[in-house]
């Protein structure tokens, strides 16, 4: 399991992320350009002392992303308010990289339409979305509730 962040725009919720992540031993991807400065210096302040105990790994671009995740196997499940299946009803692997987009865009049709499920956090209806640390959280709480890969 892994989470990948498709280009994110805040520093303080990329911070809270690699946080989650190094608690429960998940690798994160962070795919560029980020709306922020995006050093290993900065990346640590963000993420306090978490830092080091997180396994990061930058990507230029989508495209390098995409190639990267293409050799392992693993399938792209994107985490979008668009999504058709809601999160309840995806079955998740324990190979999957749960992909979350940028706080102000999303990502974009062309990488929406690369991802191997779309999957929705179900909410009450007029809302527009969750913080995407938030979410985040619950994508990957219940994925690894369903692979049965939590930390012992």
Not at 23 to 50: E, N, T
Not at 124 to 142: D, H, Q, T
């Amino acid at each position: 399991m892994r989470l990948a962040l498709f280009q994110p725009d805040i520093a303080g919720n990329v911070g809270t992320i690699i946080r989650l992540a190094a608690c429960f031993a998940v690798p994160v991807d962070i795919i560029m350009p980020c709306g922020f400065p995006a050093s290993d210096k900065q990346l640590k302040r963000a993420a306090m002392d978490y830092a080091d105990a997180a396994s990061i790994t930058r990507h230029p671009n989508a495209e390098a992303f995409f190639a990267e995740r293409s050799e392992t196997r693993g399938r792209i499940v994107l985490l979008t308010s668009h999504g058709a299946t809601p999160l309840p009803d995806f079955r998740f692997e324990p190979g999957d990289t749960l992909l979350l987009g940028s706080e102000s865009a999303g990502v974009p049709p062309e990488v929406h339409d690369r991802a191997d499920g779309r999957v929705r956090i179900p909410m009450v209806a007029g809302f527009r979305s969750l913080n995407i640390a938030v979410a985040a959280g619950i994508g990957l709480s219940e994925a690894l509730r369903q692979t049965g890969q939590y930390p012992q």
